[in-house]
């Protein structure tokens, strides 16, 4: 196995997966600012426009949107693809950056949203949303600390303008 072509695959694979978990972040994020034409929540019909929908009500349509399963673990295999023992990826921090980037983005959202809903839906809910959003804030842990060991690590080569010594 040609291992460049092993490092590349796995940085077009990580990119890939933060792409698509980039894609419901936005649609959440969407939903829960309750802006016109809506991907969810329906901003009229032919008798004229729909008022806009309670807080509570946007924010359980986003909610799913912002801490669902996929929106943790993509981001978290996109790193660990990335950060794979061997010929690292030469975008491995960035891979890194911008999965804690959109993960904390999500969880932000996800939170804010869980607050609205309190309250208004049943208990179980509240107990199983506030599992999804333990598991949200240990896939942002588990990123952050990729980066802090990326940003620990010395780098390969000298940088510019470095004296030899």
Do not use: C, H
Not at 18 to 28: C, E, I, R
Not at 43 to 65: D, H, K, N, V
Request: aromatic share 8%; net charge positive; hydrophobic share 60%.
């Amino acid at each position: 196995m040609d291992s460049d072509e092993f490092r590349l695959a796995r940085e077009y694979a990580a990119w890939i997966l933060l792409v698509a978990v980039a894609v419901p972040v936005f649609v959440g994020a969407w939903t829960l600012a309750g802006l016109s034409g809506g991907p969810v929540l329906s901003s009229g019909s032919i008798f004229g426009a729909a008022p806009t929908p309670p807080f509570w009500l946007r924010a359980e349509a986003a909610f799913s949107y912002l801490v669902e399963f996929k929106v943790t673990a993509l981001p978290v295999a996109a790193v660990l693809l990335a950060a794979l023992p061997g010929r690292q990826a030469v975008t491995v921090r960035r891979i890194t950056l911008s999965a804690v980037i959109i993960q904390a983005i999500a969880l932000a959202l996800g939170v804010v949203a869980w607050v609205g809903i309190l309250g208004k839906t049943g208990r179980w809910f509240n107990v199983t949303s506030a599992a999804d959003v333990a598991v949200a804030v240990a896939g942002l842990i588990l990123t952050s600390a990729v980066l802090r060991s990326l940003a620990a690590e010395p780098p390969t080569r000298p940088r510019v303008g470095a004296r030899k010594q």
